[in-house]
């Protein structure tokens, strides 16, 4: 299957900062990409989409001025958790989706952020 | 509002036996997916289900979909202690590209 990497896998931030974390698609062009949010023992939540060169659509409940997302090209989205608070602790995972309607979504290797 | 409904969300299971996993979504999708995520990590694709009457095998895991019923299943066989982890289905919400609602998960503990 195609490859997508996240970037970082780990990071530790303090509140009140911001942090970026990085999706690429590393073989493959990706139109699409989305990005889900997964806290201890539950399940992933999609929190927004995003399409290359466009503004992002967002779920409901999530606050789009805090979780900025750009999809500048197409090998690249990325999400800035702003003034990140330790709520905002979580297991973030990204997929992008190739060309085309009938392709299947690849996950990348997910980020924990803990806000300390 | 599409649902997607796991059953049982934990599941202990001796090794050798046999089990099924339930899907069920509440609206109509054209593709259904089963996901295994060990603890940590990301999630690893099993398998995708594109049409009614869909069956695929992988090893020790066969997946069904039934579109009329809105029902997906993961049936387990002989289990073994590798296949420990939780297990996601997830459906596509249809919308521009592969949006996927996912089941609250079921996890998996095979012990001997």
């Known amino acids: 299957g195609a490859v997508v990497s996240q970037h970082p896998s780990r990071v530790i931030c303090k509140s009140g900062t911001s942090v970026k974390i990085e999706c690429r698609s590393l073989?493959?062009?990706?139109?699409?990409m989305f990005w889900y949010r997964q806290f201890p023992k539950q399940s992933l939540m999609l929190m927004a989409t995003?399409?290359?060169?466009?503004?992002?659509?967002?779920e409901q409940g999530v606050e789009k001025d805090k979780f900025l997302i750009n999809h500048a090209s197409l090998t690249l989205s990325t999400l800035t958790v702003t003034s990140a608070h330790p709520e905002d602790s979580s297991f973030y995972i990204c997929?992008?989706?190739?060309?085309?309607?009938?392709?299947?979504?690849?996950f990348g290797q997910g980020t924990r952020l803990t806000v300390v | 509002e599409l649902k997607v409904e796991q059953n049982p969300l934990f599941l202990s299971m001796q090794e050798g036996k046999n089990y099924t996993i339930y899907c069920n979504y509440s609206?109509?999708?054209?593709?259904l997916y089963w996901y295994r995520q060990d603890p940590g990590k990301s999630l690893e694709s099993l398998f995708v289900?594109?049409?009614?009457?869909a069956v695929k095998q992988e090893g020790r895991l066969m997946a069904s979909l039934d579109t009329k019923a809105r029902l997906s299943t993961l049936h387990i066989t002989a289990a073994v202690h590798d296949l420990s982890a939780t297990y996601f289905c997830?459906?596509?919400?249809?919308?521009?590209?592969?949006?996927?609602?996912f089941g609250k998960g079921t996890t998996l503990s095979v012990s001997s």
């Open positions: 997929s992008a989706e190739g060309q085309g309607r009938n392709t299947e979504a690849f």
């Open positions: 995003s399409n290359e060169g466009s503004k992002a659509t967002y």
């Open positions: 997830a459906v596509d919400w249809n919308q521009a590209g592969t949006a996927l609602i």
């Open positions: 289900l594109l049409s009614n009457g």
């Open positions: 609206t109509t999708s054209d593709r």
């Open positions: 073989d493959f062009q990706a139109t699409t």
